[in-house]
Structure formats: C-alpha cells, structure tokens
C-alpha cells in the first residue's frame, strides 16, 4: 500500500479530528504532499498541501481552521481538523505529488454532526 490514511470518524460541530497518511518511503521524502476532500454530489477539491520543504498552502474554507503537518522520519502527513463545520463533511484524501507523477490513498471519511 503505498498511502493510508485514516483518522476519519463522527465527530459535533466545532469538534476536531486528526487524519493521519501514512506513505511509502519511495512516494514521500521529495514529494509534494496534500490532502483532498470531495463531499457527497460534488467534485473533489484541495484542502491543503505541504512540500518537502514544510512550505504549506490551504483552501480559503479552512485556513485558520486547519493544519498540515509532515513528519518525514515516519513518512506520515497529518491533517489537523478543528473547529469543524457541517461542511466539512467528506471524503478526505491523501495524495502525493512530484512532477508528473501522483499518488492517491483510499480516502477516510469525515462526518460532522449538529
């Protein structure tokens, strides 16, 4: 398996949750490294990237809500939900990214509650 996530659950509004991506070492060290959302009936969208470097980028929807972290000895990227929305229900992916080539994990659903 080259990325796994996992993490996803039910969680309150304004609760937070924590995904988890673990990566082969050959799909990680270098590349660019992001998590993806797509909720039911509409297309797949960014939520955030991370580059090898730790240079971070964030969709408008939940920047100040959410954080991307990578810990490169465990070749793991980490999502930090919080403050979470009815919205942000959906399937989050993870994904990794160099050059032409790109990478996708199984998804891990995230489902927030009134």
């Known amino acids: 398996v080259q990325l796994q996530a996992s993490g996803g659950g039910l969680v309150q509004a304004g609760g937070s949750l924590r995904l988890s991506c673990a990566a082969s070492?050959?799909?990680?060290?270098?590349?660019?490294m992001g998590w993806y959302r797509q909720a039911p009936g509409k297309q797949r969208e960014l939520v955030a990237t991370?580059?090898?470097?730790?240079?971070?980028n964030y969709a408008d929807a939940v920047k100040g809500r959410f954080t991307i972290s990578r810990e490169n000895a465990k070749n793991t990227v980490y999502l930090q939900l919080n403050s979470l929305k009815l919205e942000d229900t959906a399937i989050y992916y993870c994904n990794s990214k160099i050059g032409i080539l790109e990478f996708w994990g199984q998804g891990t659903l995230v489902t927030v509650s009134s």
């Open positions: 070492a050959a799909i990680f060290s270098r590349n660019l």
């Open positions: 991370i580059s090898n470097s730790g240079i971070t």
